[in-house]
């Protein structure tokens, strides 16, 4: 199992940018998926989560701002991100719980993407 980031950049304060990941493998089913965010010197946090079925959340310094989404069938999540601020700028890395099948049952566990970063400058 694997997930795939894209969509990073370069752009400037006020624009937008929209992430995709894409989960593949052996996939049974995916739980939650989201995206986390780590700034140089910083702690990696909680950008955005959305579970199979519910209320999607969202960091109180990204709220109205990005739009978390997700396609099942194609075991894609989404962020689109627009008002983008330099205090933005970070490495942004995809995050979802699978559930996995295994010779002895099923394998439920947290997959990271590699990281694609965002830079808000001018």
């Known amino acids: 199992v694997q997930l795939q980031a894209s969509g990073g950049g370069l752009v400037q304060p006020g624009g937008s940018l929209r992430l995709s990941c894409a989960a593949s493998?052996?996939?049974?089913?995916?739980?939650?998926m989201g995206w986390y965010r780590q700034a140089l010197g910083k702690q990696r946090e909680l950008v955005a989560s959305?579970?199979?079925?519910?209320?999607?959340h969202y960091a109180d310094s990204v709220k109205g701002r990005f739009t978390i989404s997700r396609d099942n069938t194609a075991n894609t999540v989404s962020l689109e991100m627009n008002t983008l601020k330099p205090e933005d700028t970070a490495v942004y890395y995809c995050?979802?719980?699978?559930?996995?099948?295994?010779?002895?049952?099923?394998?439920?566990?947290?997959?990271w993407g590699q990281g694609t970063l965002v830079t808000v400058s001018s």
């Open positions: 995050h979802a719980v699978i559930v996995r099948p295994t010779t002895w049952g099923k394998f439920t566990g947290p997959y």
């Open positions: 959305i579970p199979s079925g519910g209320n999607t």
């Open positions: 493998g052996n996939i049974f089913s995916i739980n939650s």
